[in-house]
């Protein structure tokens, strides 16, 4: 039946309220209400144009499987879910809330009794869940759990699907839930929005996956969000459905997905169209287009090349192609860091912008200090856009209207931020999403509205970068997230140049075995870890394959020296004038924040502070941000190269960052790793100075006098000591005057020897190597023990209802640094902004901003100067965040600077604040602390 057929309704059911503006402090006999049947057409009728305008078809096809591929039937199912998600609230205890329409209500027959103590017991959402659930079993003749896989989108719809439990008990809270005439006005609702639907609909059992299952909870969600905005559908009982939706869709100007068009899949063209890069692709950029291309049926492509080969672009050339083959609506790119993920972004942006022309593409920036990069700000404030306000329980809050006309892009605007977009549970629905690693894991982490997440990520392509990077608690949440993303059929592409096989063969089998549940599939297992290929693209084509395409590299090839030193600075120092004679640039990597900056002052009163760089990650945000720019400034492609120049970095050099050094020297690490270091040596071609022309690596950070060598306390604290110490291993036959480590050849076999079972060293080395693997091993079966609390489980084969679904979960997920600690292992530092004060009382740290930023501390700070505050956040050392510590520093802080008034900015409530005097000094915790724009946040030595 036509969606804006109206059917009549009893006056009770006419009684009933669905919205209100009522305040319990108004004096007025009756508020401003929305009926309950207004709401829920309006709700049907927004999920009926998100269906037709802006679900990409990689989400439709996969609600259409429960309907045997029937679109049009699935996009019945959807508007009807949306059309009856608020039936629970025509009942008392929904009622009661509002009590000058409650009063009504009972004159209509509905007695509101009240008060209803235990009124938490019964949310609207679960209340609708059981009048559903009876419904389709009185009309339809449904057994409860075949009803409960459609009652569960109706009952999750505010972000937490119910228990079991709740729904065995619900159906007997009989003064909240009501009965007799509350029961007739349920059903009569239920009736009337069964108008959606055709005959024959529901004459047979649907059986949605739990995949389906998410995603139409996800869309009802969204439908009910845009249906809650006053401003968009008002409070008036005049205009028809349709008028009121059309006049909001027009306000809102909800963007279409993107269409993948490439029109040719010559790789050579496409390379030199979307990146400028002139002649031959890489072999890496020619095998994945291929791949993609020609697999029968694409899911995971797992890409191994050398570092600086080219990977990015591969990534997303195959993006293109497998959005176009699968109806893929965005594309969604993970990095491991804040920092490279800002990197990406403008790379991300200029590749958008060389698509060919459509729409405006929606993007997103997903970390928790996306506010702070210009260039995403600058896209914000190009966009002209309308602010839309989430329904909460209980009635809705007007949205913000910034412009009259909505959203308006400039028309030369290819690239745009839909404010609607944005935020921590929207703003991943945008079709380009550039962010952290933990915004995918988060699919994996039981929490609220996490179907918006899996709707996010179902929606698009999905790309991960350093996949390597990530520890056993990490790989866990990763692991589960390739899962679900294999069971909603999304392609994957996944990158590394250090990647041990076991790994890349234990994600292959989490995709698989997603992509099975749905089916009912018997699990596959995991493959064997093979022949060692590399370059290497291994990729999924449907249920049964998987396909492993070995590639040549691209023809650069370099030999490195490997040799080791002593770890003492004054030799260290001694080494580097010797290798600088005649100039050059060196990196110096340290494995922690104390390392770096020991060696950065050392080295700052040997050579001069103009001669020297210090990077990592106690910096603040702005400082880093700068750090992160210089860098690429003077040591990328086309950099401004001083003749002679020193940088003492952490592992933030080793991610994602193209920069360039002629000569390296590396605490000893895990050898994934050192070869990612590795890939910052003569990385690209130019000239170089005579003492440094042929690539050398100098590792340190070992006592070499033991027997095995240890590495340094510090090293052992951050990795673990059998990886440190196989890596040496692998190492051994390459170090000083031995072979060269040849890259990339030797990239493969060293990695996957490193990481395997045989036994690697020397005799003697062994009885160290086992009691290493003993701790190795206990301490991952503990990472993932941990990471189980709260990871969500497996899809279940037999497509049971979604209830339990996030069953003690963490609650709300969080982009800032608590919501990396839910999916990082170890505790985090804790976060601070940083301010000075001077004789006039609190400013921003002068270095900051070119004139001077006092800080007022009686008024709400908005706008660009709680901006500049917020970039000025940074982690406090980890001794000050330590069990039995932590507190302390805590109360030292608030005593020092808590400001009531900063608290109404959504940028700084909640955040600590450290106070500097003039000279960047300040004691916490009995702990003296130091800040320099040169070496970042120290910790003073007694």
Same mark, same amino acid.
């Given at each position: ?43 049907? =009728? ?118 079991? !439990? ?43 996956? !739990? ?192 412009? =009259? ?415 990396? =600690? !839910? ?77 009531? =008034? ?41």
């Amino acid at each position: 039946m036509d969606d804006d057929v109206q059917v009549p309704l009893s006056a009770a059911a006419q009684s009933v309220w669905a919205k209100t503006l009522y305040d319990r402090d108004d004096q007025r006999d009756m508020p401003e209400w929305m009926p309950l049947w207004r709401h829920l057409d309006d709700t049907a =009728a927004v999920a009926g144009r998100l269906w037709d305008e802006w679900l990409p078809a990689s989400v439709r096809r996969v609600i259409a499987a429960a309907v045997d591929g029937d679109e049009a039937r699935a996009r019945r199912l959807a508007v009807w879910l949306a059309g009856v998600h608020d039936v629970g609230k025509a009942t008392p205890v929904f009622a009661f809330q509002c009590q000058p329409l409650a009063a009504e209500m009972t004159r209509a027959g509905l007695p509101v009794k009240g008060p209803y103590a235990n009124r938490r017991e019964l949310r609207h959402e679960l209340a609708g869940h059981v009048c559903l659930v009876r419904w389709l079993d009185a009309r339809h003749g449904w057994a409860d759990v075949d009803a409960h896989r459609l009652a569960v989108v109706v009952g999750g719809h505010h972000g937490v699907a119910p228990t079991f !439990q709740q729904v065995l008990d619900a159906p007997f809270r009989t003064p909240l839930i009501g009965a007799g005439r509350w029961t007739e006005v349920q059903d009569e609702y239920l009736d009337r929005q069964a108008r959606f639907l055709q005959d024959g609909d529901l004459a047979r059992v649907v059986l949605p996956s !739990q995949p389906a299952q998410v995603l139409l909870t996800a869309v009802v969600i969204v439908a009910d969000w845009i249906a809650s905005n006053a401003d968009l559908f008002p409070y008036t009982r005049t205009e028809n459905t349709q008028a009121r939706l059309n006049r909001a869709w027009r306000d809102l100007n909800f963007p279409s997905p993107w269409r993948s068009e490439l029109g040719g899949t010559d790789v050579d063209e496409l390379v030199d169209r979307r990146f400028g890069f002139s002649g031959a692709a890489r072999p890496v950029q020619a095998r994945a287009v291929e791949a993609a291309a020609s697999l029968d049926e694409p899911g995971l492509m797992v890409i191994e090349a050398p570092m600086g080969e080219g990977k990015t672009e591969a990534a997303l050339l195959a993006a293109e192609i497998l959005a176009e083959r699968t109806g893929a609506g965005g594309c969604f790119i993970a990095l491991p860091t804040q920092a490279t993920t800002d990197a990406m972004f403008g790379r991300v942006r200029d590749w958008m912008d060389a698509l060919p022309a459509g729409e405006a593409r929606t993007v997103f920036l997903a970390h928790g200090k996306a506010s702070l990069n210009d260039e995403y700000q600058g896209l914000m404030r190009e966009a002209r856009v309308v602010a839309i306000a989430p329904d909460d329980e209980g009635g809705a809050r007007p949205g913000r209207r910034t412009e =009259a006309a909505g959203f308006a892009p400039r028309l030369a605007l290819t690239t745009v931020v839909h404010e609607w977009l944005q935020g921590r549970k929207k703003g991943v629905l945008a079709s380009f999403v550039i962010g952290t690693v933990d915004q995918a894991l988060f699919a994996a982490l039981k929490s609220r509205h996490l179907m918006l997440r899996h709707l996010a990520l179902a929606s698009k392509v999905v790309v991960i970068d350093e996949v390597h990077a990530y520890d056993a608690y990490m790989s866990s949440y990763l692991d589960r997230a390739l899962h679900w993303l294999g069971a909603y059929g999304v392609p994957v592409v996944l990158l590394s140049a250090t990647l041990p096989a076991r790994r890349r063969e234990e994600m292959v089998t989490a995709y698989r075995e997603g992509k099975a549940a749905p089916a009912g599939r018997k699990q596959p297992r995991q493959a064997a870890v093979g022949a060692v290929d590399y370059p290497l693209l291994t990729a999924t084509s449907g249920l049964d394959e998987v396909v492993r395409l070995p590639m040549p590299a691209s023809g650069r090839r370099s030999e490195v020296r490997l040799e080791r030193l002593d770890d003492d600075l004054d030799t260290l120092a001694a080494m580097l004038e010797e290798a600088l004679t005649e100039g050059g640039c060196a990196l110096v990597v340290r494995n922690t924040v104390t390392r770096v900056q020991e060696t950065g002052r050392f080295f700052a009163e040997r050579f001069g502070e103009a001669a020297v760089t210090v990077t990592h990650a106690r910096f603040l945000a702005v400082d880093r941000a700068a750090n992160d720019a210089d860098l690429l400034r003077r040591f990328g492609r086309e950099g401004e190269r001083p003749r002679k120049h020193i940088v003492v970095g952490s592992q933030v050099v080793e991610q994602s960052l193209d920069v360039d050094f002629d000569l390296l020297v590396t605490d000893l690490a895990p050898v994934d790793l050192l070869l990612q270091r590795m890939g910052r040596l003569h990385r690209h071609e130019r000239s170089r100075p005579a003492g440094v022309r042929q690539p050398r690596c100098v590792l340190t950070g070992v006592d070499w006098s033991t027997t095995p060598p240890l590495p340094v306390r510090g090293s052992r604290l951050v990795y673990e000591e059998e990886a440190l110490l196989r890596g040496l291993a692998v190492l051994r036959p390459h170090l000083d005057d031995e072979a060269p480590v040849v890259l990339p050849d030797g990239i493969a076999p060293l990695v996957q020897v490193a990481y395997g079972d045989g036994a690697v060293g020397p005799a003697d080395w062994q009885p160290a190597l086992a009691e290493a693997h003993v701790v190795a091993v206990q301490h991952a079966d503990e990472a993932r023990h941990r990471a189980a609390t709260f990871r969500l489980g497996t899809v279940d084969r037999s497509s049971g209802p979604l209830l339990d679904w996030v069953q003690a979960g963490i609650g709300e997920a969080d982009d800032g640094p608590g919501g990396e =600690a !839910q999916v990082r292992d170890g505790a985090m530092s804790l976060e601070v902004l940083v301010v000075v004060r001077d004789v006039d009382g609190l400013v921003v740290p002068p270095w900051v901003t070119k004139e001077r930023e006092l800080l007022d501390t009686n008024l709400e700070i908005r706008g660009r100067q709680a901006r500049l505050m917020a970039s000025c956040a940074l982690r406090l050392p980890p001794s000050l965040s330590a069990p039995g510590v932590i507190d302390a520093t805590i109360t030292d802080l608030e005593s020092q600077c808590w400001v009531a =008034a900063w608290q109404c900015s959504p940028l700084l409530a909640g955040q600590l604040v450290l106070v500097l005097d003039t000279d960047g000094r300040a004691r916490v915790a009995g702990r003296d602390l130091h800040y320099t724009r040169e070496h970042g946040l120290e910790l003073q030595r007694p």
